[in-house]
C-alpha cells in the first residue's frame, strides 16, 4: 500500500521554526517530485514548496522564500520542509504529496498525506 505520512506540526511562537517531515511506505520517494501544500480554514489550498526527484530543482511560494527550505534524505525516504521565521499566516494543515511534475500546482500529483496542523501563534 503506497502511503506519505506527515509529521512535525504542531503550535509555535511567531519568529520560531518547525520542520516538517513526509515519509514514503510502500514505495520509493526518489522516482518522485514531492510537493509541499497547505490549508488553511476557508482558503484554498496552495503550493508551498516542491523539489525534483534527483533533488536538483526545489521552487518556492513568494510567500515562503527566504524562510523555508525543502530538502530529500533517500536513505530515509523522507522529504522535510524546514521552516524558520514562522508567522501567523504560516497556520494551515500542511500536506505532501508526490507526484512525476515539478509543479506548485496540485493538480500533478498524484499521492497525498492526510496533513499535519501547524499553528503559529502567541
Known amino acids: 500500500q503506497l502511503q506519505l505520512v506527515e509529521s512535525g506540526g504542531g503550535l509555535v511562537q511567531p519568529g520560531g521554526s518547525l520542520r516538517l517531515s513526509c515519509a514514503a511506505s510502500?514505495?520509493?520517494?526518489?522516482?518522485?517530485?514531492i510537493g509541499w501544500f497547505r490549508q488553511a480554514p476557508g482558503k484554498e489550498r496552495e503550493g508551498v514548496s516542491c523539489i525534483s526527484s534527483r533533488g536538483s530543482s526545489t521552487a518556492y511560494a513568494d510567500s515562503v522564500k527566504g524562510r523555508f527550505t525543502i530538502s530529500r534524505d533517500s536513505a530515509k525516504n523522507t522529504v522535510y520542509l524546514q521552516m524558520n521565521s514562522l508567522k501567523p499566516e504560516d497556520t494551515a494543515v500542511y500536506y505532501c504529496a508526490a507526484g512525476y511534475k515539478l509543479t506548485l500546482t496540485d493538480g500533478g500529483y498524484e499521492y497525498w498525506g492526510q496533513g499535519t496542523q501547524v499553528t503559529v501563534s502567541s
Open positions: 510502500g514505495f520509493t520517494l526518489d522516482y518522485y517530485a
